[in-house]
């Protein structure tokens, strides 16, 4: 009996680790909300779009429009932590360096909080940050859920 037991908690958490595999790379379609900012004067807004993950080797790398590419390490889990170098921003004359942390479920939603941290001339001006999410582009969405017959 405590065999049997054990075998069926195994097999529940090698089932549940191999939904934890979900392949991250793919474009998905997100929007940005501003968590935070201290800039007092010229902050960048991104509009609704694409986000690109791909994997390159032993590189995980976040490619949004007008960003510096952030590079990080795949990870198995769904967890996803890049950043980038110095680079220019959608604003001429301010450089950033960028970088996101967060998950992508195995349902291929994509969570992240990124972080933008600005300069110009050398010397740092301010720091913004954002929430983005969105779902894979390709993915079927759920089913909607099925009203409950009334009484």
Same mark, same amino acid.
């Given at each position: 009996m405590r065999t049997t037991l054990k075998l069926v908690v195994l097999a529940s958490v090698l089932a549940a680790t191999g939904v934890a595999h979900a392949d991250v790379a793919g /474009? @998905? !379609?997100v929007k940005y909300e501003e968590v935070s900012s201290n800039c007092t004067t010229t902050?960048?807004? @991104?509009a609704p779009g694409p986000l690109a993950v791909k994997q390159k080797g032993n590189q995980l790398v976040v490619d949004i429009d007008r960003t510096p590419e952030m590079i990080g390490a795949p990870a198995k889990n769904g967890k996803v932590s890049a950043k980038s170098k110095l680079g220019g921003t959608m604003i001429d004359g301010?450089?950033?360096v960028f970088s996101v942390a967060g998950r992508i /479920?195995? !349902?291929s939603t994509l969570y992240l909080v990124m972080i933008g941290e600005y300069s110009a001339n050398g010397k740092p001006l301010c720091t913004q940050t954002w929430n983005v999410s969105g779902a894979k582009q390709g993915t079927a969405a759920a089913p909607p859920t099925p009203a409950k017959p009334s009484k």
């Open positions: /474009t @998905y !379609e902050k960048l807004a @991104y301010m450089k950033g /479920t195995p !349902e």
